[in-house]
Every structure is written in structure tokens, then in C-alpha cells.
């Protein structure tokens, strides 16, 4: 009997752009390798985000996920408009979607107070849920996303390229006058200290408490230039959708997203790349960044046929929301339940797999602590991809 052949890698829905899959999926892999170190406390630099200003790896990897969002919208709505769909039908369709997103993202934060034993703390129902209203944390990564996305398909709908072309400009200079122009009482105007910007004294006034910290990374002022780089993403895919040559698309992507490069390294003379702030340079510098990297897999890909190798990032693509969900519990579920260590202490469940099944045994065999810390982040991650793994053998594919 002859062998059964492995499932091809082919998403759902027909014509779809297999090298954005495997850019989401290589980009939600990232994520999950940068989140969930064995140690905090044993990091390579490049596995942290920057202090500040600057950036690392980690740095790359929230734009890019924000761009591919933006990248998507127009391949996807071409389609259902070609097909006769309205404009309101198709807006009405995203509102839902958003609210979806944002929805998993507040119930993240929510989920936290489930497991951290706060209900008891609290000492009753009434505490607890006044806790949770007044302290829990509002923004967050699936919540930019969620906006970035309702906004910029917004944009979208209603202008044509050169509206689109104009946006991003207006939203990346309107930003940068915010951020440089208008004074923080008590710190001045032009201040980027993390207590002293603009966004961080916006975000007290409307978020409160409800920030991660006194101020949020993905803040009310901040998430501007982000949903600039979220129509980076559809720029991208007008290129795309252009009737030229695999070659010619390929060229063009490389000498924009150089150029986007160039001029946010040039920003940053004047406005410092900073992912805290979403920087309009960090928003410019990072889209080139992403297009650089999607017109590799473009070409390899796409283009040349290479799916073999790029085969598990692609599977990863195909449910990145659901794996990052996942993901967001297991972390919480596995920092909030405590077991009892060797001396009957209550430790974090995650403490006690990782110190005695990573850290001690590698430990032993004289590998250093950040090792120690990634071998837990790369099993974490390979755990995840064989739970993306069995939904795709069984075609199962979270649409929202």
C-alpha cells in the first residue's frame, strides 16, 4: 500500500498569498519565543525589547504583526468586492471582527485576575469586582491590533490610494507635532521620558489606573502611528496587486521598504525609535523592515515555490490569533496556579517545571542560565506549533 502523502500547505479560501502565512506564522513564532523565557532574569539582549530608545529583534516583532494585519485588507476585500459585496456590508464585517479581537485581548487581562487568586484576596464578590473595574488594564497588544485594524479598513473603504498615501503622512506628522509640541505640565514641552511625554500624560487622564504601568505601552496617543503602520501594510499590498512581473514586485518591495529604512534612521536623528512611544521613526523604520523581510518570503516562497521549509511557520500563520489566545492562558494559568517545591514552599507551576525539568538538568551539564531560560522558550513554542499542527490536519481554521 503506498504511503499516504502529507498534507499539501494550502490555507483556506482559494488564491490565498502563501508567503504572508508564512510571515504571520514566522512572526507569531517570534512572539511566542520572546514571551515566555524560563527566567526573565536570563535574557539575551535581543530576546528583551530595548530599555528605551533603540530597538532589538523583540522590537520587530509587534509592527510587523500590526503591518501584516494592514498587508492583508486588501488582498481580502478585493475579492468579496469583485464578488459584489457592499462597502457598508464589508465595514460592518470588520466592526465585528474588531470587536472580536478586542474582546479576546480584555479577556486576557480579565483572565489574570481569575488565576492570581485576587477574588480571595479581595476577601468577597463586591472588593473583587470593584478591583477588576477600577484596576483592570484596558490596552494591550490584541486591543491595538483590534483598533489599528477597525481604523485603517475604515480608511481604506472610504479613500483611494492617494487618501491612503496622505493618512499615513497625516497620522506620522500629526504625531510627531503631539509628541514634541504640546507641554506636559510639570516635565515641558518635547519631553520623551517615560513620565514626561505627552502619550504617557494623555493615557493617565484617560486610562487611570487602568494603564500597565503609569503609563502604557499601547496607549490612547501611541496607538496613532501605529495604525499608520498598519496602512504600510496596505500600501504593501497595492504593490502587490499590481499588474507587473513576481521580479518587478519583488525589486519594488526591496527599494521601499531600504527607503522606509533610510528615512526612519534619518527620523531618528530628531525623534528617537522607540517602541514604548511608537515613534513615527519606529513606525517608518519598522514598515521597512517588514517589507523587506515579506519580499523574501515573497520570492522564495511565492514566487520560486520553496514551501517545504517555510511548511510549519505556514500552519503557525493560519491560526495565529487562536495560538496567541492559547498561548496568553496557558502563561497566565501556569504563573497563577502554585504547587508546593522541595521544601513545600508554594511556587509558581511554571517555577517548578522550569527549575527542575530545564534549569537544574542543563544546569548540570554546565549550560548558562539564558540558555537554561530559552531551551524553556523554544519548547514553549514547539508545544504551541504542535497544537497549530493538529488543527491543520484537521482543517480547522478560527475565523472571525
Known sequence: MAKPASPKVTAPGSGRLMSLDVFRGATIASMMLVNNPGSWDSLYAQLDHAEWNGWTFTDLIFPFFVWIVGMAIPLSTIKRLEQGESRAKLFLHVVRRAAIIFGLGFFLAFFMFL????????????????????????????????????????IYLTTSLRG????????????????????????????????????????????????????????????????????????????????????????????????LIFAGAIMNIWLPINKNLWTSSYSVFMAGMAMNIF??????????????????????????????????????ISIGVKVPDATGKLIALKSYLFQNYFNSPLSSMGFSPKICSLSWALAYMLGLYLVAYAMYRRKWFVKF
Not at 510549519?312 to 492559547?326: C, E, K, Q, R, S
Open 295 to 332: 519580499a523574501v518570503f515573497y520570492w522564495l516562497v511565492d514566487v520560486k515555490g520553496y514551501q517545504r521549509g517555510a511548511r510549519p511557520f505556514a500552519i503557525y500563520g493560519m491560526n495565529a490569533i487562536t495560538v496567541f489566545v492559547l498561548a496568553g492562558l496557558l502563561g497566565r
Open 164 to 259: 491612503h498615501i496622505a493618512w499615513v503622512i497625516g497620522l506620522l506628522a500629526g504625531y510627531w507635532i503631539l509628541m514634541k509640541c504640546v507641554p506636559v505640565p510639570g516635565h515641558g514641552m518635547g519631553v520623551l521620558t517615560p513620565e514626561g511625554n505627552f502619550s504617557a500624560y494623555v493615557d493617565n487622564i484617560v486610562l487611570g489606573k487602568h494603564n500597565l504601568k503609569s503609563w502604557d505601552p499601547e496607549g490612547v496617543i501611541s496607538t496613532i502611528p501605529a495604525i499608520a503602520t498598519c496602512l504600510f501594510g496596505i500600501l504593501a499590498g497595492h504593490l502587490l496587486m499590481l499588474k507587473r512581473s513576481a521580479e518587478q514586485k519583488t525589486a519594488w518591495l526591496f527599494v521601499i521598504g531600504n527607503l
Open 115 to 154: 488565576v492570581n487568586g485576587s477574588y480571595a484576596k479581595a476577601g468577597g464578590f463586591s472588593p473583587w469586582f470593584h478591583e477588576v473595574v477600577t484596576t483592570i488594564r484596558i490596552p494591550g497588544v490584541l486591543q491595538r491590533i483590534a483598533v489599528a485594524y477597525l481604523l485603517t479598513s475604515a
